[in-house]
């Protein structure tokens, strides 16, 4: 079997297929029509696929014949690309809503199927897909969906297709450790709402409902408190202030209250507060409960920006982001930058690292946590002065199994860090004649009649006049082209 993708088949022929096509990449697709529906579809397309070799490894005259159909469709935001056979049917799903403009999938495709589109425009308000593919030339590999960092697309297969596990994606997890509580911190603070938390112990009303007329005295210590939650999620006499996070101060609240008409100084928040912070004076009617509770995380919707990581006071999440790198501005590219007005960086990027400096001592237009990053490259594509820098220098990735195809992948990984995607070699040899170099025979300039060049000039010369008059240019734009050549012939004649 070939190293290469069976993409290099050409197009409207019999291929006679050896296996390549349940690999990388399937037959090549049809070109494109419109039925009735709207729905992009491509004229049916015949490949011939050999019985199995003999012993002496012959061919069988006898081959089946698979024919190719492939459509898109559009539902809502998601452009729906399939390819159809007897064998399989496989479907890209890309939203276009979802994806960021980072362009990995368009750097990596080895056939050159997807082309980005105006990413900064995008970025700064335009409704459009920052992706498009070319139908024709893709090959459904499925390189775009299982490297795309935020989930823009998603790939599914029926039939006798390859295992999923002979084709690597990111090595990339936020798992949540045996020190989570859990509390609040990490649901609120995640810019992509992945975080889920439920709590599961019961609520102060629950085991010891609100006692009329109790007397005491409740004191939250704001240097032990870490805003976790816990106590407002426990008793409503807690009153959690939500706040926007920013890359400066990620923390999802900023003041805790309490509602004294609400308390009964019942001292079961100063028992399940795990920091301390809460002293009660007061009656104890029962035992506090234990904090329990899970924490869910959408691996769909996570980018693994590490917010959550940065706002865990217990050290409870456990994280790897797809790829490593380095961040950096380039300062002469930033002398025409407007924060305030474009912003297509911070539109684009799915961490949300991106600010503006409020300290008036702080020269920076322009400033980034970089803790946060992905190293996606989204906001280096939105940047139309070219003044953001990224920098890779590893992408974390599964095993890439012995496979037809291992060669183009981990060329499409290495092109991630290196920039340079080889692709597919398509080059075809051919001997071309070479042409003997011709003595220079000098070139002869037309001659210029200096007669019909005076009458020329003398002819503009006496327009000049009307042309340069206000009033007959008035009557040349408003009037009828009658009244303006009269005009104009007066003016001349004067």
């Not at 030339?137 to 499925?142: A, L, M, Y």
């Amino acid at each position: 079997m070939s190293e290469k993708y069976p993409e290099e088949c050409s197009e409207q022929e019999t291929h006679v297929c050896g296996g390549c096509c349940c690999g990388a990449g399937e037959n090549e697709e049809p070109e494109k029509g419109e039925n009735e529906a709207g729905k992009l579809e491509s004229e049916e397309f015949e490949f011939e696929e050999p019985a199995e070799a003999g012993p002496e490894g012959s061919e069988s005259e006898n081959q089946e014949k698979i024919t190719v159909t492939t459509s898109m469709d559009l539902q809502g935001t998601h452009f729906l690309y399939t390819q159809a056979t007897e064998k399989s049917l496989k479907t890209l799903d890309y939203d276009y809503k979802r994806c960021n403009g980072c362009g990995i999938c368009v750097e990596i495709c080895p056939t050159k199927a997807l082309e980005l589109g105006p990413v900064h425009e995008i970025a700064t308000g335009l409704d459009a897909p920052a992706v498009m593919m070319d139908l024709e030339k893709c090959t459904f590999c499925r390189m775009c969906s299982n490297l795309c960092p935020v989930h823009a697309i998603s790939f599914e297969a029926v039939g006798e297709v390859p295992d999923e596990k002979q084709y690597p994606k990111y090595d990339t997890y936020v798992n949540i450790n045996e020190k989570c509580l859990p509390c609040a911190l990490c649901e609120g603070a995640c810019p992509q709402d992945a975080i889920e938390v439920e709590f599961t112990f019961p609520k102060k009303e629950e085991i010891a409902p609100f006692k009329e007329g109790a007397e005491g005295e409740i004191e939250i210590d704001t240097d032990k408190c870490n805003f976790c939650g816990i106590c407002a999620r426990f008793c409503d006499a807690f009153i959690l202030l939500e706040r926007e996070p920013t890359p400066e101060n990620p923390v999802p609240f900023e003041q805790i209250l309490v509602d004294t008409d609400k308390c009964d100084y019942c001292v079961l928040c100063q028992d399940i507060c795990p920091e301390e912070a809460i002293k009660v004076k007061g009656e104890r009617p029962c035992e506090a409960p234990k904090v329990e509770g899970k924490v869910k995380v959408d691996e769909l919707k996570c980018t693994q920006c590490a917010r959550c990581k940065a706002v865990c006071p217990y050290e409870a999440v456990d994280l790897q982001k797809p790829m490593e790198g380095k961040l950096s501005l380039i300062e002469l590219n930033l002398k025409e930058c407007d924060p305030q007005g474009c912003r297509g960086c911070f539109n684009v990027c799915p961490s949300e690292l991106w600010y503006v400096p409020t300290d008036p001592e702080d020269p920076r237009k322009i400033a980034f946590a970089e803790d946060f990053c992905m190293y996606c490259g989204a906001c280096v594509k939105a940047c139309h002065l070219a003044a953001i820098k990224i920098e890779r220098t590893d992408v974390h990735h599964t095993e890439i199994p012995d496979t037809p195809w291992a060669t183009q992948w981990k060329d499409a990984i290495e092109s991630l860090k290196t920039g340079v995607r080889k692709g597919v070699d398509r080059a075809v040899f051919r001997e071309t004649e070479t042409l003997k170099a011709q003595k220079f025979m000098g070139i002869e300039f037309p001659c210029t009649d200096e007669e019909t060049l005076a009458a020329v000039q003398a002819k503009i010369n006496s327009l000049m006049p009307a042309l340069k008059s206000a009033k007959v240019r008035k009557l040349w734009e408003t009037d009828s082209p009658e009244n303006a050549a009269a005009a104009v012939k007066k003016k001349i004649e004067s």
